[in-house]
Nanobody, 125 residues
Framework: QVQLVESGGGFVQAGGSLRLSCAAS????????MGWFRQAPGKEREFVAA????????YYADSVKGRFTISRDNAKNTVYLQMNSLKPEDTAVYYC??????????????????WGQGTQVTVSS
């Protein structure tokens, strides 16, 4: 059974940085598309970033483009999200996800079958 465990969330002032990590266990996900999503209170879960298995293709939501960077270390079965220039509107629970099958980098949460439990990111103004 696949488990995804996020870490690295916390409280930061606007303009600060955080680095989220997502460690997978149960099977290697080196061939799976990995993504990050977030959900703020009262809002739907939204796409943040995704990365192909090779790391050669990445995709970002317009709201984070230029500030966030997704990367992966397949040897460690881990995906990262470096978040810089954080804004109060980035406050949310951040979830790591993996596609069960398929190699297309997609933004739809319905295409991801493995999910972590989430980590809270709070950005103060």
């Amino acid at each position: 059974q696949v488990q995804l465990v996020e870490s690295g969330g916390g409280f930061v002032q606007a303009g600060g940085s955080l680095r989220l990590s997502c460690a997978a266990s149960g099977r290697t996900l080196s061939r799976n598309v990995m993504g990050w999503f977030r959900q703020a209170p009262g809002k739907e879960r939204e796409f943040v970033a995704a990365i192909a298995w090779s790391g050669g293709t990445t995709y970002y939501a317009d709201s984070v483009k230029g500030r966030f960077t997704i990367s992966r270390d397949n040897a460690k079965n881990t995906v990262y999200l470096q978040m810089n220039s954080l804004k109060p509107e980035d406050t949310a629970v951040y979830y790591c996800a993996a596609r069960v099958r398929g190699v297309i980098v997609t933004t739809s949460p319905r295409e991801y079958g493995y999910w972590g439990q989430g980590t809270q990111v709070t950005v103060s103004s």
